[in-house]
């Protein structure tokens, strides 16, 4: 391995500096700083209305920052517009929470929607690549199925391939469980792990599920609508036991705070 | 342990103490339904004194739902008002817990009471600001379809064919009875209308003239617009704005898909080639219904036809239907625009639909009159 290769493979895949978003003149999120390394699977967390998905979708470059950089691979995604913009995008895929699949579109159409723009594949060529990726998401049989056919897990599990259909450095998932019972919520789980050791594909998710944070988070980076900003950055297991922000512990140990010490299964009768 | 009754109907009790302090004493069940026997009476007696400090003793209240809550809060309200405050004594714990979990951190905030509504100069204000954002997105949305308009003709290729298609089927074949349906009724109301007043005078002869100019030049080409505008445009923008919701368009942009070049082309296009198809056969229907009131009279059909050819030219006929080509194009520019332009909010999706029709019709009406004032000076 050259040395220009190591420096490359050593350097965060994503910076995000002195970040602030804003709506409307009300600040949302301030001074958020963190890397995301190739590789790995980074979870963002918080509670609800902290700004998660709104650090999503700067991330993705939908929404303008109010002050600060997001760098993707090097490249300022928050100051780009047009091809340059476009190029920087197609270092990414993103699944939505919703799955946001095109609902006129089979779910193979879907998959295969991003290469018919941006490669020159043939249409054979096409078609196995994206049975391929159904496959890895063990959607082979739903392929000329149209979306609203699927349950909302296949609807997810879709949105994974598409979101992987280009073979993206990284994969942004916004609450890829929410919803989700919890065998299929686990079995999602275990399809980002994989392909996240598979491809070496960098994951970016945002979710509030614990299960699925301690399952498949290399770190977390913690929100907290209260300050802002972030509160925490590490291994979950590691913030639940010894975090010194009393509410991340309480976050991670599933605490309401001032609850009264008791059961969960006490009598409610009246 | 409390004394505690939440099977009978809620009691109060009120004192009003020597050393200046209202004490309220509150026993049995406060819900939904008990509630209201307690709360004017609370209320009423702490309104005729001046104290500042009420106790409410609630050592017999049994059980106590949000209604009565809202009673605590109340009192804690009206006692912060005067610059006291109002404490609640004897609650059994779980209820002590609920109380304490809804009690107002400061009852007199500024945001807990309404808003005043807005003044006429802010309404005023509001809609011009919302007539220029309107104005500016159909001018940038212009802009935007123009470019990629320009690309598709370039670049015929790249436009998603079967979508195309299947737009066009929607808009054209499936608009079809409709269009031709309202032509029929059209051209006969207007033959049966103008029989009559014609008769007396001895020109019904010229009835196949009035008819056909008049559907050729003007009324075929507005009806099909306004079904359109009906159909097709609310279509668009509902089917758009439902992907905004959904986030579709979202994930369109983040492919770097450009959501005007991929969802609007189509569409416009569709309307384009499909609206002259539709006027025509709106015209065909309008034109042919206008025989059955002339059939009536005694007149051939070799005699109509003769009477309608030389009444309307081919300059006629193109003039209606390349009208309909930049009415097809307004129609489907507008829903689309609508669409692309939705808000979040359960009700967005209907408001840009609503948006669409409304706006499609005025801008046919604007367009036909445009085209009136050109045509006019053109002599066609």
């Given at each position: 391995m050259?040395?220009?290769m190591?420096?490359?493979e050593?350097?965060?895949?994503?910076?995000?500096?002195?970040?602030?978003?804003?709506?409307?003149?009300?600040?949302?999120?301030?001074?958020?700083?963190?890397?995301?390394q190739?590789?790995?699977i980074?979870?963002?967390?918080?509670?609800?209305g902290?700004?998660?998905?709104?650090?999503?979708?700067?991330?993705?470059?939908?929404?303008?920052?109010?002050?600060?950089?997001?760098?993707i691979?090097?490249?300022?995604?928050?100051?780009?517009r047009?091809r340059v913009?476009?190029?920087?995008r197609?270092?990414f895929?993103?699944?939505y929470?919703?799955?946001?699949?095109?609902g006129?579109?089979?779910?193979?159409?879907?998959?295969?929607?991003?290469?018919?723009?941006?490669t020159?594949?043939?249409?054979?060529?096409?078609?196995?690549?994206?049975?391929?990726?159904?496959?890895?998401?063990?959607l082979?049989g739903s392929?000329q199925?149209?979306?609203?056919?699927?349950?909302?897990?296949?609807?997810?599990?879709?949105?994974?391939?598409?979101?992987?259909?280009?073979?993206p450095q990284i994969v942004?998932l916004?609450e890829?469980?929410?919803?989700?019972?919890?065998i299929?919520?686990?079995?999602?789980?275990?399809?980002?792990?994989d392909?996240?050791r598979?491809?070496?594909?960098?994951?970016v998710?945002?979710t509030?599920?614990?299960?699925?944070?301690?399952?498949?988070?290399?770190?977390?980076v913690?929100?907290?609508?209260?300050?802002?900003t972030?509160?925490?950055?590490?291994?979950?297991a590691?913030?639940?036991d010894?975090?010194?922000?009393?509410?991340?512990?309480?976050f991670f140990?599933?605490?309401?705070?001032g609850?009264p010490?008791?059961?969960?299964?006490r009598?409610?009768?009246r | 342990?409390?004394?505690?009754?939440d099977?009978?109907?809620?009691?109060?009790?009120?004192?009003?103490e020597a050393?200046?302090w209202?004490?309220?004493?509150?026993a049995?069940?406060?819900d939904?339904?008990?509630?209201?026997?307690v709360?004017?009476?609370?209320?009423?007696a702490?309104?005729?004194t001046?104290?500042?400090?009420?106790?409410?003793d609630?050592?017999?209240?049994?059980y106590?739902?949000?209604?009565?809550?809202?009673?605590?809060?109340?009192l804690?309200?009206?006692a912060?008002?005067?610059?006291?405050q109002?404490?609640?004594?004897?609650?059994?714990?779980d209820?002590?817990r609920?109380?304490g979990?809804?009690?107002?951190?400061d009852?007199?905030a500024?945001?807990?009471?309404?808003?005043?509504?807005?003044?006429?100069?802010?309404?005023?204000?509001?809609?011009?600001?919302?007539?220029?954002a309107d104005?500016?997105d159909?001018?940038?949305?212009?802009?935007?379809?123009?470019?990629?308009?320009?690309?598709?003709?370039?670049?015929p290729?790249?436009?998603?064919?079967?979508?195309l298609?299947?737009?066009c089927?929607?808009?054209g074949?499936?608009?079809?009875?409709?269009?031709?349906?309202?032509g029929?009724?059209?051209?006969?109301i207007?033959?049966?209308?103008t029989?009559?007043?014609l008769?007396?005078?001895?020109?019904?002869?010229?009835?196949?003239s009035?008819?056909?100019?008049?559907?050729?030049?003007?009324?075929?080409?507005l009806?099909?617009a306004?079904?359109?505008a009906?159909?097709s445009?609310?279509?668009?923008?509902?089917?758009?704005?439902?992907m905004?919701?959904?986030?579709?368009?979202?994930?369109?942009?983040?492919?770097?898909?450009?959501?005007?070049?991929?969802?609007?082309?189509?569409?416009?296009?569709?309307?384009?080639?499909?609206?002259?198809l539709l006027?025509?056969?709106n015209?065909?229907?309008?034109?042919?219904?206008?025989?059955?009131?002339?059939?009536?009279?005694?007149?051939?059909?070799?005699?109509?036809?003769?009477a309608?050819?030389?009444?309307v030219?081919?300059?006629?006929?193109?003039?209606?239907?390349a009208?309909?080509?930049?009415?097809?194009l307004?129609?489907?520019?507008?829903g689309?625009?609508?669409g692309?332009?939705?808000?979040?909010?359960?009700?967005?999706?209907?408001?840009?639909?609503?948006?669409?029709?409304?706006?499609g019709?005025?801008?046919?009406?604007?367009?036909?009159?445009?085209?009136?004032?050109?045509?006019?000076?053109l002599?066609?």
């Amino acid at each position: 391995m050259t040395e220009t290769m190591k420096q490359t493979e050593s350097k965060p895949i994503i910076c995000v500096k002195d970040f602030k978003a804003a709506y409307g003149g009300r600040t949302v999120l301030h001074d958020v700083n963190f890397d995301v390394q190739r590789g790995e699977i980074l979870v963002i967390a918080g509670g609800s209305g902290c700004g998660k998905s709104t650090m999503l979708f700067h991330m993705i470059g939908l929404y303008r920052p109010a002050g600060g950089h997001i760098l993707i691979d090097g490249d300022d995604i928050n100051a780009a517009r047009g091809r340059v913009l476009n190029r920087i995008r197609r270092k990414f895929g993103v699944a939505y929470q919703s799955g946001a699949l095109f609902g006129s579109l089979t779910v193979l159409e879907n998959v295969r929607l991003p290469m018919e723009e941006f490669t020159d594949l043939t249409n054979d060529q096409m078609d196995m690549i994206a049975l391929s990726k159904l496959k890895l998401v063990d959607l082979e049989g739903s392929a000329q199925k149209l979306p609203s056919e699927l349950s909302g897990g296949m609807q997810k599990r879709a949105a994974l391939a598409r979101a992987v259909s280009l073979d993206p450095q990284i994969v942004f998932l916004d609450e890829p469980s929410a919803g989700l019972d919890p065998i299929t919520s686990a079995g999602l789980d275990q399809l980002i792990i994989d392909l996240s050791r598979m491809l070496k594909t960098t994951f970016v998710i945002v979710t509030h599920e614990l299960p699925s944070i301690f399952a498949i988070a290399d770190r977390v980076v913690v929100l907290d609508a209260a300050v802002k900003t972030i509160v925490a950055v590490g291994d979950p297991a590691d913030l639940r036991d010894t975090s010194p922000n009393p509410w991340v512990r309480a976050f991670f140990n599933r605490e309401a705070p001032g609850a009264p010490q008791e059961t969960p299964e006490r009598s409610r009768g009246r | 342990m409390n004394q505690t009754n939440d099977s009978e109907s809620p009691s109060i009790g009120i004192t009003t103490e020597a050393d200046g302090w209202l004490s309220i004493t509150l026993a049995g069940r406060l819900d939904r339904a008990t509630v209201v026997d307690v709360w004017p009476k609370a209320i009423e007696a702490f309104g005729k004194t001046s104290v500042e400090r009420v106790v409410i003793d609630a050592s017999g209240v049994g059980y106590c739902d949000g209604s009565g809550l809202g009673l605590f809060a109340e009192l804690r309200r009206l006692a912060a008002q005067r610059g006291g405050q109002a404490e609640i004594v004897g609650l059994a714990p779980d209820l002590q817990r609920l109380v304490g979990i809804a009690e107002l951190s400061d009852p007199t905030a500024e945001e807990l009471t309404p808003m005043p509504p807005p003044g006429l100069v802010t309404n005023v204000g509001r809609a011009v600001a919302d007539i220029l954002a309107d104005v500016k997105d159909i001018v940038t949305f212009t802009g935007e379809l123009t470019v990629v308009l320009l690309w598709a003709i370039t670049h015929p290729h790249r436009i998603r064919g079967r979508e195309l298609w299947a737009i066009c089927e929607k808009v054209g074949v499936n608009a079809l009875p409709v269009v031709c349906l309202l032509g029929a009724m059209v051209g006969l109301i207007m033959a049966f209308q103008t029989a009559v007043p014609l008769q007396r005078y001895g020109a019904v002869s010229i009835i196949p003239s009035i008819v056909s100019i008049a559907m050729i030049r003007e009324l075929s080409p507005l009806i099909t617009a306004i079904i359109l505008a009906g159909r097709s445009g609310s279509a668009f923008a509902a089917e758009i704005g439902t992907m905004r919701v959904t986030q579709e368009i979202d994930a369109l942009q983040t492919f770097g898909l450009d959501p005007v070049k991929f969802l609007a082309i189509p569409r416009v296009l569709a309307g384009v080639l499909m609206a002259p198809l539709l006027t025509i056969f709106n015209i065909v229907l309008g034109v042919s219904a206008g025989y059955l009131v002339m059939a009536n009279y005694g007149y051939s059909v070799r005699f109509y036809i003769n009477a309608v050819t030389n009444s309307v030219t081919y300059v006629d006929l193109l003039g209606g239907v390349a009208k309909t080509l930049v009415l097809g194009l307004v129609i489907a520019a507008i829903g689309c625009l609508r669409g692309l332009r939705t808000e979040k909010g359960p009700s967005a999706v209907g408001d840009s639909t609503t948006r669409a029709v409304v706006a499609g019709i005025v801008l046919i009406v604007i367009a036909d009159m445009i085209f009136g004032v050109v045509y006019f000076y053109l002599g066609i």
